[in-house]
């Protein structure tokens, strides 16, 4: 499969919701539209272990797809399990298990992954599909797909989805904005962090008119759990080491939740998802870090910076990626993982 970097989207918005991410004339964008009005199938893949930008921009477009009268199929990587914060959101009769998904699709759309790899299993699919639409926002992109609808000044991938079926002229449904507002608000951190910009919240807002209830959707996202997650969290924050002359003075937090530490309360490991969050609070740590072992013993590791250090290159350093002050990689061996990554902190 041939490789563009025409992608890049600069200038003035049609659409505004987290950065410049369309302008009339832009050919990606162009080329994109015709692509997918042209299309009798449209083939989407999402990033392995989905967070809520991935989902529920997949989920979103899929149906969008449907209401234009497209056949569409949805998935990711194994394991293809819905985490269970995410199983709210509607569409999801459009999944399919990755072994059903057509082995050379026409049009192949990949929803926040920032490398090939990032697809899993899928990742052969989208190297033989004829043409390849990579949406994404993250600054690690790699140079994959035939059409590129990259923003790294895009708040979330949800935001160029939006654009997108908006260019498409589908209809914006309550089933539609609920998931396109589970991924803005996912990758804002409830619209908190630097991303949340005026027209974020302009986007947040049309979402609302189309009939989404904000007070579900935190529920959902960040307002329940099992009570063993609370047993879990609490190993995890005891397991806790704080290193305040790591990151050049400004100090490192990290912990582990191995796969016996949930399996003592039979937690799923989708639900570690939130652990950083309370992690990242540390006053004397710039940045964050917990090493979570997933269920076939590897383990992936989320990184949060509070702004003055640039985790996305150090993540990606390590064959990982993301953005500046959220990313993650994987490793086989922990101690080896955390000191190759406090050297790339301290190079910076």
Known sequence: MSTHRD????????????????????????????????????????????????LGSMLAFGQAMRLLGKRCVASFGDPFTVPAILRFLPG?????????FPAEPEVMVAFDAAGLDRLGALAPHAEKARELIVIDHHASNSPYGTVRLVSPGAAATA???????????????????????A?????????????????????????LRAGVRPDVVGRELWDRAPFGYLQVLAGALGRARLEPDAVGGLGLVWTTVSRADRAATELSYDLLEGVIDIVRRTDEAEVAVVCKQTDDAGWYVSV?????????????????????LAAAFTIDDVAAGLGRLRQLLEAQ
């Open 304 to 324: 949060r910076s509070k702004g003055r250090a640039d985790v996305g290159a150090a993540c990606t350093g390590l064959g990982g990626g993301g953005h500046r």
């Open 183 to 207: 991924g803005l608000a996912s990758d804002t951190g409830s619209f908190k962090y630097a991303s949340t910009t005026p027209e974020v919240h302009d986007l947040a807002g049309r979402l």
């Open 92 to 100: 999801q009769r459009l999944l399919a298990d990755p072994v059903r």
């Open 159 to 181: 935001v160029l989805t939006e654009t997108l079926i908006r260019l498409l002229g589908a209809e914006l449904t309550e089933d539609i904005a609920l998931c396109l507002y």
């Open 7 to 54: 992608g890049a989207v600069a200038g003035d918005a049609i659409v505004a919701g987290g950065g410049s991410v369309a302008r009339a004339g832009d050919l990606a964008w162009d080329r994109a539209v015709a692509l997918l009005r042209a299309a009798d199938e449209v083939c989407l893949a999402c990033h392995v272990f989905p967070d809520g930008d991935a």
